[in-house]
């Protein structure tokens, strides 16, 4: 997106209550990957008007976009994946402050490896991946199943700060993450039980609707 245009958009957004800025301050200060305002704020609006009752996050890291949904939608809950020690404890800590813990539970582990315990707690009306970029193909494969037919899953990052269309990368690790990323997008794109659009808001955002019945001609 035009820098300017960003800077503009990102400007109209009102002010965060406190305990978001201060956990947008800490992340800043820790490297502590958070979505972007414009992808945030495109969440949450599709969120609202979906109105899901059960959320599943792929991802938490200080629960930052846990909180905003739940602070956007206060009749959802949420359960959350976090295999990182430091950040799971991080983000049980702001989710208390909150006073979210009644409705955000936090699952300790490798999305890979949580299938059985995180589906327990479905079927979810909507999935939010945010983790591993790398992984992405296969988080939607192992958790597609426990998301209701009409509900939607939501990849982040899926533009990848424009390297997944850009000029040839000279750091090979990145050209690789780059590659996956858009090797998911092109799968993404060719699921028939899906209806996939990418928005170019924040890092790019991949909504995917559910087909079912009722949906087979959306």
């Known amino acids: 997106m035009n820098v300017e245009l960003q800077d503009y958009l990102e400007s109209l957004i009102p002010a965060r209550p406190g305990i978001f800025a201060e956990m947008e301050a800490f992340a800043k200060e820790n490297n ?16 609202r008007i979906h109105q899901p009752s059960k959320i599943l996050e792929i991802g938490t890291a200080i629960g930052y976009s846990a909180l905003r ?6 009749g959802s809950r949420i359960v959350s994946i976090e295999r990182d020690m430091e950040r799971y404890t991080e983000a049980k800590k702001n989710i ?3 006073g979210a813990s009644d409705r955000i539970q936090i699952i300790h582990g490798d999305a890979l490896e949580t299938v059985e315990e995180a589906s327990s707690h479905g079927p979810f009306d909507a999935i939010f991946i945010d983790a591993a970029k790398g992984q992405y193909r296969k988080f939607f494969s192992l958790y597609s199943s426990f998301l209701r037919d009409g509900g939607i899953m939501v990849s982040d990052n899926v533009l990848f700060k424009g390297l997944v269309y850009g000029e040839e990368i000279e750091n090979k690790r990145l050209s690789k993450l780059a590659g996956k990323i858009n090797g998911y997008n092109q799968w993404l794109m060719s699921q028939k039980e899906y209806v996939t659009t990418i928005i170019p808001a924040g890092d790019g955002i991949a909504i995917s609707l559910k087909r079912g019945e009722g949906y087979e001609k959306a």
């Open 32 to 47: 502590v990957p958070i979505m972007e305002p414009l992808g945030m704020e495109l969440l949450l609006q599709i969120l």
């Open 69 to 74: 949904m739940a602070f956007a939608l206060p």
């Open 96 to 98: 208390k402050k909150a």
